[in-house]
């Protein structure tokens, strides 16, 4: 099985800063795509930030020139750098993986429990 740890959430004004971290453990092989989704109240689960094994990097238009998404591959580990934090952004921010376990076996998705942000104004 596989684990996924966010931490690095709280409470922020707006046009601070925070760092998201998500830690993965467990029977990992090898891990293709690891995102950043969130989920505000009331809302549908979003995606916020993606990148892949190689470092591509994908943005959704309303955290473009603000959020920065990086990962660590020796340590498993993704991470989200969010600037300029506006009062919108206020959400629960969960961590996605796609990984293996073994070289045979197939892609599959795992999700952290999640870690929650909140920007006043």
């Known amino acids: 099985q596989v684990q996924l740890v966010e931490s690095g959430g709280g409470l922020v004004q707006a046009g601070g800063s925070l760092r998201l971290s998500c830690v993965a453990s467990?029977?990992?092989?090898?891990?293709?795509?690891m995102a950043w989704y969130r989920q505000a109240p009331g809302k549908q689960r979003e995606s916020v930030a993606a990148?892949?094994?190689?470092?591509?990097?994908n943005y959704a238009d309303s955290v473009k020139g603000r959020f920065t998404i990086s990962r660590d591959n020796t340590k498993n580990t993704l991470y989200l750098q969010m600037n300029s934090l506006k009062p919108e952004d206020t959400a629960v921010y969960y961590c996605?993986?796609?990984?293996?376990?073994?070289?045979?076996?197939?892609?599959?998705?795992?999700w952290g429990q999640g870690t929650r942000v909140t920007v006043s104004s």
């Open positions: 996605n993986q796609e990984s293996r376990t073994t070289i045979l076996s197939s892609f599959k998705n795992y």
């Open positions: 467990g029977s990992i092989f090898s891990i293709n795509v």
């Open positions: 990148i892949t094994s190689g470092g591509t990097t």
